[in-house]
């Protein structure tokens, strides 16, 4: 196969990568400090997409066409308010819910998902159809042969990585990074050495949130196509790639985000019977690797699960 | 003399009888002609009424100007019933309508999933029915009931004519993307034949699931094969997804050639200036530019009724007055309505010409191709693309 284009599929690949990853590691921080699965994460995402959409109309119709300024308030408002919807949703349906057994969260959240989906497919206008997602990066692309290297996608990829840098700085190098280690470490001795068990509850579920707002924007910004049903999908792929990875470990989560796209994106090229099975074929691999290591390629460090 | 008188009396009162009762006879029949039903059946409630009503008044046009015909042998009435668009519904209605021994024929169903569901139920009571807007090929061919016609076309149809028109045009080479539910994997291997025997070439098929959200390998895949066009066989959501995902891998200089699941305002709406220059298609074709549509539209107009005809209700009143047209020929008999019906060869109908197969489909069915153009969706044939002042994409 000619070199361009497996540079291509590789391109193709590491951008649907790096939306999972996003995903994944919000799945792995709930785990983390509540052992809890939120599975309203996809549909979270959707929100934040159409939220950022919202807001970029919102702009339009206030007049101000800069795509800098734009992008950065559809950024700052979508995250923002997905921070501010996954404390709420921690608020009021996770922490209420600690003593239940945790299948009852898992319900909750996903019949909570299922909420927010339809919401937006009722009540933004005209919901069920496909949106168009505004172009705000630069459109120019370099053709290397068959390769079509776009500055967009570039600047996407490099955005995605330096949030993820970003949330690892976060967890080891402050002091809120620390407490939210301390709780998921060991809840108890955490609270008894002064940390505000409810608060970095709530702080780790905005955390998630606004990463969950990031890849819906990431998502708008490379497909230029927004749905109510995007977060669905990309919820049940974050969850397999973040259990493949370890539950619980952050590199885990982003080492299963890549590589379901890898397999993913393996499935529809290398195998004869084509594209309609890649799916098939990737969840086929997370199931192989579950069976291989059922606690995840990097497991949680310390399991401390009695 | 009383005996000549009685006897002159009596050839008077019989020639008076006689030409009495022959008076009768010719004057009743033009006052009080026999009534004949006949039956139609569509979605009068529910979320496609707007069609099932439109082709009810069609229906219900044609049974009207047939009355109002003097020439006419019969005076019809027509059953109006109401499937709801669903199968169960359907399927009670059509047997309460094929029970009913004096209703001779009946011009059925909008929806597919009920006119599929309905066709035993019409064979098993010998009741000759014609479509007059469901789609699925299957309704006509899965069987060969010789009670089931119609009059509107198939994607069979619609994948002829977009195989002919991209043919005419100059694409040889084609990618094929379509859904795996049937009704994408039925375009595929209709679009794939028709193309076939015109010489064209499919270079690769990629069958995806209908909520994907990344086409990005397939669409690479394609861009290494690098054909002239890409045939799409699947509905709106996916097929902006395609179309914007060709743009990102540079692939602006390949016709998107789509079908009827794509034609709509959302499609546009979803892509805006990409939109430009996509093909689709529909199985049949607006009301006015039908051979007689003008007429059509006319008449329905004179009855004031409180519906428009909508889009198939031409083929509602082609369907009706077929079936008025054999009663008249055969009686009020079914089977030898039956037997009329399956004979239809070019016969002319305000839908253009009619000719049934074997299974009772028209063969030579309208269907409309239309170019996204400025934002709206285009009769081909009216578009500044067929007038060869913009050039479609790829387009030599």
């Given at each position: 196969m000619d070199v361009g284009l497996i540079a291509q599929f590789a391109m193709n690949g590491l951008m649907l990568g790096m939306m999972y990853a996003l995903v994944a590691v919000g799945f792995t921080l709930f785990f983390g400090v509540l052992?809890?699965?939120?599975?309203?994460h996809g549909d979270v995402l959707t929100v934040g997409a159409f939220a950022a959409l919202a807001s970029f109309i919102g702009l339009e119709a206030l007049g101000v066409h800069s795509a800098a300024l734009q992008l950065l308030t559809m950024v700052a408002v979508s995250v923002g308010a997905m921070a501010a919807l996954g404390a709420v949703v921690a608020r009021a349906f996770v922490l209420p819910l600690?003593?239940?057994?945790?299948l009852n969260t898992l319900l909750i959240t996903l019949m909570l998902g299922t909420v927010l989906r339809e919401s937006v497919r009722l009540f933004?206008?005209?919901?069920?159809n496909p949106k168009p997602f505004p172009r705000l990066l630069p459109a120019s692309s370099l053709g290397i042969g068959n390769f079509n290297l776009r500055l967009d996608n570039m600047i996407l990829l490099v955005a995605g990585i330096l949030v993820i840098v970003g949330v690892q700085f976060l967890l080891n190098r402050t002091r809120l990074g620390l407490a939210i280690r301390a709780v998921a470490q060991d809840e108890e001795t955490a609270r008894t050495m002064g940390v505000n068990f409810n608060a970095i509850v709530l702080v780790t579920f905005a955390l998630g949130s606004a990463l969950a707002a990031f890849a819906g924007v990431m998502n708008g910004l490379y497909y230029n196509e927004i749905n109510f049903g995007i977060g669905l999908y990309l919820g049940v792929v974050g969850f397999s790639a973040a259990i493949i990875g370890g539950l619980g470990s952050i590199y885990g989560a982003i080492l299963g985000g890549f590589l379901f796209a890898a397999a993913q994106t393996i499935g529809a090229v290398a195998l004869p019977f084509a594209s309609a099975y890649k799916d098939v074929f990737a969840f086929a691999v997370v199931i192989a690797l579950m069976a291989w290591r059922p606690t995840g390629l990097i497991p949680e460090k310390l399991s401390e699960r009695v | 003399m009383t005996g000549r008188r009685r006897l002159a009396l009596a050839i008077l009162s019989a020639g008076l009888i006689g030409f009495g009762a022959i008076g009768f006879d010719a004057t009743g029949q033009a006052v009080a002609k026999d009534k004949v039903k006949v039956g139609f059946i569509g979605p009068l409630t529910g979320g496609t009424s707007a069609n099932g009503l439109g082709g009810r008044n069609s229906a219900d046009l044609a049974v009207r100007l047939r009355n109002a015909d003097p020439k006419a042998k019969y005076s019809y009435e027509m059953i109006g019933l109401d499937d709801e668009c669903k199968p169960n519904v359907g399927v009670q209605q059509a047997t309460k309508l094929a029970a009913d021994k004096d209703v001779i024929a009946a011009a059925t169903h909008y929806c597919s999933a009920v006119a599929i569901a309905t066709v035993d139920v019409y064979h098993k009571f010998g009741l000759p029915v014609i479509v007059w807007g469901a789609v699925?090929?299957?309704?006509?061919?899965?069987n060969k009931y010789p009670e089931v016609h119609r009059v509107n076309g198939t994607m069979i149809n619609q994948n002829q004519h977009n195989a002919e028109l991209v043919s005419k045009l100059g694409y040889k080479t084609f990618a094929v993307i379509h859904d795996t539910t049937d009704y994408g994997k039925g375009h595929n291997k209709y679009f794939s034949e028709a193309l076939a025997k015109l010489g064209g070439k499919i270079l690769g098929t990629f069958g995806v699931t209908s909520?994907?959200?990344?086409f990005n390998a397939e669409l690479t895949q394609i861009k290494a094969l690098n054909p002239q066009a890409i045939y799409f066989g699947g509905l709106t959501p996916i097929g902006v997804r395609v179309r914007a995902q060709m743009d990102k891998l540079g692939l602006n200089n390949i016709l998107f050639d789509a079908t009827s699941g794509i034609k709509s305002d959302a499609y546009i709406e979803g892509l805006g200036k990409l939109a430009e220059g996509t093909l689709s298609y529909i199985e049949g074709a607006p009301t006015e530019r039908l051979p007689g549509g003008k007429f059509f539209m006319e008449k329905y107009a004179a009855q004031n009724y409180p519906n428009p005809p909508e889009a198939y209700g031409a083929f509602a009143f082609a369907a009706m007055t077929l079936i008025l047209d054999a009663v008249e020929q055969a009686g009020p008999d079914r089977k030898k309505v039956m037997a009329i019906l399956n004979n239809v060869k070019d016969r002319d109908s305000i839908v253009g010409k009619v000719s049934f197969d074997d299974h009772g489909q028209n063969t030579v069915a309208a269907i409309t191709a239309f170019v996204a153009q400025d934002g709206k969706w285009v009769v081909w044939e009216d578009s500044e693309y067929a007038a060869g002042k913009r050039k479609l994409p790829g387009q030599k």
């Open positions: 052992d809890v699965i939120k599975f309203s600690r003593s239940a057994p945790a933004y206008p005209d919901g069920a | 699925l090929p299957d309704i006509t061919y899965r909520d994907q959200q990344d």
